[in-house]
């Protein structure tokens, strides 16, 4: 197969998975539409799910499908188990969502994916809490719509609620880190870094959507799990680290929302590299800029960092963490097929958005 048959399936298996979306969103809510005492709210949910859940990348969810037709012989990809598949990537998704939704609120964010972020739109507000409510309990209906009468389905739901909880310490690290109105420098270290990226990233982007794969094809055992979770918590890490970087540098226009990172007075991995080469005179300036909304304030802290030349520091450091992991691939794969977390590093390599 040359490199343009190789486009053209993952084009076809792309748009396989995003056409499944229509079917998610019918199971969802066709037969509740119409219902005398819900309706409006299941009309609701369907405006929540179809603003909400896609526009994205939608790598989350396509990993189940692609990781589980790597580890699933060919004679036994029916179209049952390929639809359920797809479905548990989209629960991915929603999952995804649901975060996003609640994450926006919180940071006060302004766009995503290159729409204005739903809590902002005219008439919804804080009523976009409870449509992240929507969002996940709509993950553990479809698990059970789906997946009920499979063996793996007590992995499944035992796999999403952990990585909930998980996801949920990381967002509470990150909130309690970087309270609002209270800049404390001393709270931005690289060991509470990694542990905010670890729980609020790592688990629930890279790691969930290989495991619940792992699990459909009948792959359970610890060390298996733990093997896929060392490498991918890595990977985890290192997406995070872009996603701090474009934050500030990226084109918005490419990444479809408008960093808030300094306003947040976040613990970003460039103010936690900022503090390890500031002088005293310098983390003075960001003592006295970060964490504010004016638009001045942002600039000379964008200015600081560019002075300490911290794209440079990025790049050099995302070919680092880039050799690393593929040291790990190399070490860790066995026994699944390497090309699993191969496929994952290259699209996230250099990536832009």
Not at 27 to 37: I, K
Not at 282 to 296: D, S, T
Not at 306 to 330: G, T
Request: charged content about 25%; proline content about 3%; hydrophobic content about 35%.
């Amino acid at each position: 197969m040359n490199g343009n048959q190789k486009l053209d399936v993952c084009d076809e298996k792309r748009q396989n998975f995003i056409q499944h979306f229509s079917q998610i969103v019918k199971v969802l809510t066709e037969d509740d539409m119409g219902h005398p005492e819900t309706g409006d709210a299941i009309a609701r949910l369907k405006e929540v799910l179809e603003y909400n859940v896609i526009g994205g990348k939608y790598q989350r969810g396509m990993t189940v499908l692609t990781t589980f037709q790597d580890l699933v012989e060919p004679k036994k990809q029916d179209a049952d188990s390929l639809q359920r598949a797809m479905t548990v990537g989209w629960c991915v998704e929603l999952f995804q969502a649901f975060f996003l939704v609640s994450d926006d609120i919180m940071d006060s964010s302004l766009t995503r994916r290159g729409q204005i972020c739903w809590y902002q739109k005219p008439g919804i507000g804080l009523d976009a809490i409870n449509d992240a409510m929507l969002l996940e309990a709509c993950v553990y209906r479809l698990l059970k719509l789906y997946c009920r009468e499979q063996p793996y389905y007590l992995n499944l739901i035992e796999l999403f609620l952990q990585s909930s909880y998980q996801t949920e310490l990381g967002q509470t690290l990150d909130l309690i880190t970087a309270p609002q109105g209270n800049v404390d420098l001393g709270r931005f270290t690289e060991k509470r870094y990694k542990s905010i990226v670890k729980y609020k990233t790592a688990f629930y982007s890279f790691y969930l959507p290989v495991a619940a794969a792992m699990y459909m094809a009948g792959i359970d055992g610890e060390k298996e799990h733990a093997n896929a979770k060392k490498i991918l918590l890595e990977m985890g890490e290192l997406f995070q680290i872009q996603d701090d970087y474009l934050d500030l540098f990226g084109d918005s226009s490419v990444t479809g929302k408008i960093g808030t990172d300094i306003q947040d007075n976040k613990c970003s991995w460039l103010v936690v590299q900022c503090l390890q080469r500031a002088s005293p005179e310098q983390r003075q300036i960001l003592q006295e800029n970060y964490g504010q909304k004016e638009a001045e304030k942002v600039a000379r802290v964008k200015a600081l960092y560019e002075e300490l030349n911290l794209q440079a520091v990025f790049l050099q450091y995302e070919e680092e963490r880039y050799s690393h992991l593929m040291d790990l691939i190399e070490h860790y794969s066995s026994p699944l097929p390497p090309a699993i977390f191969l496929r994952l590093a290259q699209k996230i390599y250099r990536r832009k958005k």
